[in-house]
């Protein structure tokens, strides 16, 4: 038995205990900061880290802390600087690029960087057997597109060459505005021979290459740990060119889905930088602490996807019907609250100087009518909708929000299913769905990132949807040099985007995350690029980086395309 | 005190003093016991609640008030109306539906098949008993959400196939009390009296051994039912439960406490019908045990 005294003692001595522990326990963003290590919420687990095969911005985060393209964004999102590449001439006709490599550029395992490691990782991108839903981004380059259709098996003939070690020289299909931005993407990043054929044929998917201990970069970190659902940690590549520069020992990735969940972790000092925040928590920072809280327009777009491959969405009255009766704006302010914009078209307002004139509307008698004429009149017979999202809470707030839209305004019956991040993506891919959520981040600032999207042979498109005159317009703004010509034929495209409507826009993101003090050269900017290579971490107090942080706010007026130093 | 059980009397003594069944029995002490018969009420008003839902509130369950939003308690929303403006008491109630459909289906499927393997095992013994307990060791081992899992993605997602994965989850442990329990009550002599008598197995087992081991059984399934009310909410979080717009308890808490710091009433209703719920299931436990094995 316990008397009252023991008792007394126990919970005195239980006390001491836990206040002790609050004393002495140094949280991760103290230890982190104090050491060098970036503890950073990254979304999900990630399907793969090889960028030839991933299209996320999960992985993509994670290739821009572990390769490096030829060129790379300087920190505050408005200018391209070298990166493995020191310089490049460019030709007359603006069609040949000439890219001279650095001598002192190393792989993490001390080879060095040549121009073939180029030629090879395009070429690998490009394989037809490899499957990368990204290889139309490489279409630019002369020849390259036939080469990956099939249509010619010569590598020799697409126009990528290496005269000797350090020299890349690139022949384009037509002059390309944007090419330069291009290179930033990760389907540009070179990837080490040696280390992708010791497991597998270089068009083999999800070999062990990108494992902890084979993995071999370029970039300013190189891969130590993956522990699948718990962490993937990154740690400086001291073979980099620039490292220097580099800062940071170690980035601690850790795929939180949950943004609750993260934002308590930022509260409790485990991380230093969120992936997303809760949308109810907003209000909340606005007050408290401001200096962490990061909101900033975002080049990207939310929207559904429809399968047109499969009845009912294969009518484009339904699609029609079905992107009239969602109310946008009460989506933004009541559900999402972050300021974001109501999207009637698919790029996102003001593209480097491009607004889509073509845009839907939100128009309940219009979208019965067009459900009536497609044969379900008051939504009878209508077969009923499944609507697919990858588990996240504001996801499913939006769906279930757009779901009772449907029904209250179509009388159209949704069920929702939410799927794990690969499961998602698989679906998607196998056109496995009638009704996906999905987000498109642009990947250079050009509407063209948007609408090339969406052609027959784009590997992202998983709608099923295919226009001939659109896949036309695109490729002839492809061809086209002069700006207000291909903003023209961009409408064009775009206008028919909208009209047979393979994806219903919803809104314009805006970034989210919460940043803490002790992290520096993070600068918010539209492209939401935040290059590891220049964060740094200093202890502070939490009022005196608000201001230092909080600095420097851009529009999309500031960015422009191509200008590199 | 003295251990419970200490005085206890011999076995259908009190049947033979009055003259009453036990089951009549069991019921005249239940109804004495104040905490169990509070149980008993509670649960009877919810589940008469959820029954009526349609004829107690005006709103519907899903129809939503984007306008509205979140809003504390007030004369319109006595619970106050979640983040799309749906109105809290409503959705609670209709969530009672599934939480006690769930809860109880799925308990009586673990009781059915629980009990019966786990008696026959204990009762039967030798090879028979290894055999049928290694088959529980192996289905242990499974990880249980993977199982369900399975479950769904082969026969889809339905409501029906919910309560019934639970339940035949949910039986293992319950198995395992049994036989223990049986092992014990074997050796009774009553046992070797109905033996003796020359009942059949099944009778002795039916008759004799499962009532005897009723208390504690009952016992277990009271905690078992709170345990799967909050299973549903986990599987449908992963979406293979219940679907939105439908609710239930465990989805309401599970959604309350994303935003418990901004909207604390969207986590303290749901919670409190789940807490007092349990409480009552456990006053009501205690109480049948004890009614029960005063025999």
């Known amino acids: ?565 | 005190m003295a251990e419970p059980g200490a005085n206890r009397t011999p076995v259908n003594a009190g049947a033979m003093r009055i003259s009453t069944s036990p089951r009549q029995d069991a019921w005249r002490r239940l109804k004495k016991n104040k905490a169990a018969m509070f149980g008993l009420a509670v649960l009877a008003v919810l589940a008469v609640l959820s029954l009526l839902a349609p004829w107690i509130t005006p709103y519907s369950y899903s129809a939503q008030d984007l306008e509205l939003g979140p809003s504390p308690p007030s004369p319109e929303h006595w619970l106050g109306s979640d983040l799309f403006g749906r109105d809290l008491l409503t959705r609670m109630l209709y969530g009672s539906r599934i939480s006690l459909a769930v809860g109880f289906i799925a308990t009586a499927v673990a009781l059915f098949i629980g009990v019966s393997w786990g008696a026959t095992a204990g009762y039967l013994g030798g090879r028979v008993d290894t055999i049928m307990m290694r088959i529980v060791d192996v289905l242990y081992a499974l990880p249980f959400t993977i199982f369900i899992i399975l479950l769904m993605v082969v026969f889809g997602s339905n409501i029906i196939l919910l309560f019934l994965a639970i339940g035949a989850v949910e039986w293992l442990t319950m198995a395992r009390i049994v036989r223990g329990q049986v092992l014990h009550v074997k050796q009774k002599d009553f046992v070797e009296a109905a033996v003796s008598l020359g009942l059949s197995r099944f009778q002795i087992i039916r008759k004799h051994v499962i009532p005897n081991i009723m208390g504690t059984v009952i016992v277990y399934a009271t905690l078992t039912v709170p345990n799967v009310i909050l299973l549903e909410s986990f599987l449908s979080f992963l979406g293979l439960g219940i679907q939105p717009p439908q609710s239930s308890w465990g989805l309401l808490i599970s959604y309350g406490v994303e935003t418990m710091e901004e909207y604390p009433w969207l986590l303290i209703f749901p919670a409190t019908v789940l807490s007092v719920t349990l409480f009552s299931l456990n006053f009501l436990g205690d109480g049948l045990r004890d009614a029960l094995s005063e025999r």
């Open chain 1, 1 to 565: 038995m316990i008397t009252g005294n023991a008792l007394k003692a126990v919970l005195s001595a239980a006390f001491l205990f836990i206040a002790s522990c609050g004393f002495n326990y140094e949280t991760n963003v103290e230890s982190g900061t104090r050491q060098g290590i970036l503890h950073i919420g990254n979304g999900d687990e990630p399907r793969e880290l090889d960028p030839h095969v991933v299209t996320g911005r999960i992985e993509s985060d994670l290739c821009l802390a572990l390769l490096e393209g030829l060129v790379g964004w300087h920190p505050e999102g408005k200018r391209l600087i070298p990166a493995a590449a020191k310089s490049w001439e460019q030709s007359e006709d603006a069609r040949t690029y000439r890219f001279h490599l650095r001598e002192d550029a190393k792989w993490s395992n001390g080879d060095p960087v040549t121009a073939a490691d180029f030629v090879y990782s395009w070429r690998r991108a490009l394989l037809p057997a490899l499957g990368n839903n990204y290889a139309y981004m490489l279409y630019y380059i002369r020849n390259a597109e036939r080469f990956h259709q099939g249509e010619i098996t010569d590598f020799s003939q697409v126009g990528i060459t290496a005269p000797d070690d350090l020299t890349l020289v690139v022949e384009l299909e037509n002059p390309t505005p944007f090419f330069l931005q291009l290179l930033t993407h990760m389907s540009y990043y070179p990837v080490h021979q040696a280390t992708v054929e010791a497991f597998g044929a270089a068009d083999e998917r999800g070999t062990r290459w990108t494992r902890p201990g084979n993995h071999v970069g370029n970039g300013p970190f190189k891969l130590k740990e993956w522990v699948l659902n718990r962490s993937i940690v990154v740690e400086k590549n001291e073979h980099y060119w620039d490292a220097g520069t580099v800062k940071l020992n170690q980035i601690v990735f850790y795929p939180i889905q949950n943004a609750t969940t993260e934002e308590r972790m930022f509260r409790a000092g485990q991380l230093h930088i969120t992936n997303n925040m809760p949308v109810d928590k907003i209000a909340h920072y606005r007050q408290e602490r401001p200096g962490a809280l990061k909101i900033f327009p975002f080049f990207s777009t939310y929207y559904y996807l429809f399968n047109t491959t499969a009845t009912p969405l294969d009518q484009v009255k339904v699609r029609q019907a079905l992107t009239m009766s969602i109310d946008r704006q009460q989506i933004v302010d009541k559900i999402t609250k972050a300021g974001e914009i109501p999207a009637f078209s698919y790029t996102p307002p003001d593209t480097n100087g491009y607004t889509a004139t073509a845009q839907v509307r939100y128009d309940l008698e219009r979208a019965r009518a067009l459900l009536a004429e497609a044969g379900y009149p008051d939504g009878t017979g209508f077969p009923g909708l499944e609507l697919m999202y990858n588990t996240s809470e504001g996801h499913r707030r939006i769906a279930i929000a757009i779901q009772q839209m449907w029904k209250t305004n179509l009388n159209i019956d949704v069920t929702l299913t939410n799927q794990d991040w690969k499961v998602y993506l698989d679906k998607r891919d196998g056109k496995d769905y009638q009704v996906a959520r999905a987000g498109w981040i642009g990947d250079y600032l050009d509407p063209n990132t948007f609408l090339d999207m969406y052609t027959t042979s784009s590997g992202n498109n998983d709608t099923g949807w295919s226009h001939r005159r659109y896949d036309a317009l695109i490729a002839r703004a492809g061809a086209t040099t002069d700006q207000d010509r291909r903003f023209a034929l961009f409408q064009d495209a775009e206008s028919i985007l909208m009209t047979e409507l393979p994806i219903m826009p919803i809104y314009t993101y805006v970034s989210k995350s919460l940043v803490s003090p002790d992290v520096r050269g993070w600068r918010p900017n539209i492209l939401d690029i935040h290059p590891f290579k220049y964060i740094s971490l200093v202890p502070s107090a939490d009022e005196l980086s608000a201001d230092d942080l909080s600095a420097d706010d851009l529009s999309a007026d500031d960015l422009s395309a191509d200008d590199a130093d």
